[in-house]
């Protein structure tokens, strides 16, 4: 089983996808269930403290803004983590609450940077491209160690 | 600063999304009560929040994504159900992560259909995703050149 790391890391059909093909899935979620299930000081919404964008130092420069570091130090353990990556490219949503624009470059940097299988998509149109996209990640997940192939 | 304990310390949350022509959420929340065994069932509009102990939780999902593999679908969840902080009884609108949902399902019928045809899929098919454009962008000197041609 390969950890993949998923962008948008929001994503229910990358999620669902890699899970369902025999993987563990590498989302935002399980970075924020470990913020939100930690005791400490409240810091509402997302139980995001002072110390985060000091974690992020490892992943952007002390001069990039503190939101960027702060999403980073999210997003970075599960780079560093990851075996494998998927990247939707098209995905509009990931531009807001999820993240800023510099910090989705950032992440699909860092992801490239590292020596691992990725797999770049777009979101599928139509029927055809789904049936397209699913075998693609199939495939792809298959290669893997742990993957059926 | 107020402190913070934790409310299901220990405990994961997995969404489930139901998007069939066979199936409503309503009748996945009777399945999924039947066999709960003292895990958190919410039912919400399209589909579950379950939460729990992992392995009742994964035991759980894998009994109700066997009702209609291709048309139900699963992720985690960070808040538990009902948390003030994410909870839109509490927030007076439609939660921030509901916005992602609400587009990708929109697009769910198409991965339905992918996980349908998997099986008569040749092993040796090669797929043909849709895949980002390569056409190139302006590049930065040309771009440098057209601002130096405006300014002189």
Sequence with gaps: MAKVFLYPTTSLILSDLVARFGHSPLSAALQIRERIQTPGLESPPLQITPEEPKKGLKWAAVEVPSGVRGRMSLYGPMIDEAEAAIIINNADFSFGCMGCARTNELIKYLVRKRDIPVLDLEYPRNEEEGVEFVAAIKRFLDALHGGSA | ???????????????????????????????????????????????????????????????????????IFVKDRGFSPGDPRRCRANLGGARPGY???????????????????????????????????????????DLKKIIESQES
Excluded at chain 2, 57 to 67: E, K, Q, Y
């Design chain 2, 99 to 141: 916005f992602g949902h609400e587009f990708e399902m929109g697009l769910i019928r198409n991965i339905s259909k992918g996980l349908e045809s998997l099986p008569s899929r040749k092993p040796g098919d090669i797929p043909h995703p849709p895949a980002p454009s390569t056409a190139p962008r302006l590049d930065a000197r």
């Design chain 2, 1 to 71: 600063m107020t402190t913070y304990n934790p409310r299901y310390a220990g405990t994961v949350t997995k969404y489930v999304f139901v998007d069939s022509p066979e199936m409503t959420p309503s009748d996945l929340a009777i399945r999924a009560y039947e066999i709960s065994q003292g895990v958190m069932i919410k039912e919400t509009c399209f589909g579950l929040q379950v939460t729990g102990r992992e392995d009742d939780v994964n035991r759980i999902i894998d009994l109700l994504r066997a009702l209609d593999p291709s048309h």
